[in-house]
């Protein structure tokens, strides 16, 4: 199980770890680098043609204002991308957001929240989980996890209101 993230700039590293943190605690291995879409992009066309050939399954791509990133990666790769806008500029990330969904037909960039990396790997575990049933089997695991915290923090409202109802 692979997967690649891929920032523009060293900046956006602390908003890109939570992904690759999610993504190397459920078993995936990830590859990740800083090319710039502008900047680098030679070096960016070679680092996917890579990754159409070794076997990775999703891409993250995480950049901020005009965001090219996502969309140059997903004009090279039939793979799924997902496109993480980030914050930083005077649009605080609303310049990222537009230019992500605004795809054209058949180059499509699967887009998360501005500064959501989070949610950026967990949508790569469902799309590799059609795949490996034991990404699946996380999935379940995580849902049924995060519903106990949620029936835990209800029933500690319930009990704190009516208390004092009583």
Not at 88 to 114: E, K, N
Request: aromatic share 2%; net charge negative; glycine share 6%.
């Amino acid at each position: 199980m692979k997967a690649a993230v891929i920032m523009g700039s060293t900046s956006d590293i602390a908003k890109v770890e939570p992904a690759i943190e999610i993504l190397k605690d459920k078993g995936i291995e990830v590859k990740v680098r800083c090319l710039s879409a502008h900047r680098a992009a030679k070096q960016l066309s070679e680092f996917i043609e890579e990754l159409n050939n070794d076997g990775t399954e999703v891409i993250i791509t995480a950049a901020g204002m005009a965001a090219a990133l996502p969309g140059v990666v997903a004009a090279q790769t039939v793979l799924p991308v997902i496109g993480v806008p980030l914050s930083g500029s005077v649009l605080d990330g609303v310049d990222a957001l537009y230019s992500i969904v605004q795809m054209p037909p058949g180059i499509p960039v699967a887009t998360v929240a501005i500064n959501g990396a989070k949610n950026a790997a967990w949508l790569a575990i469902e799309i590799m989980a059609i795949k490996h049933e034991a990404l699946r089997q996380v999935l379940l695991d995580s849902r049924k996890s995060m519903q106990e915290v949620a029936l835990l923090s209800n029933d500690e409202i319930i009990a704190k209101y009516e208390k004092n109802e009583e």
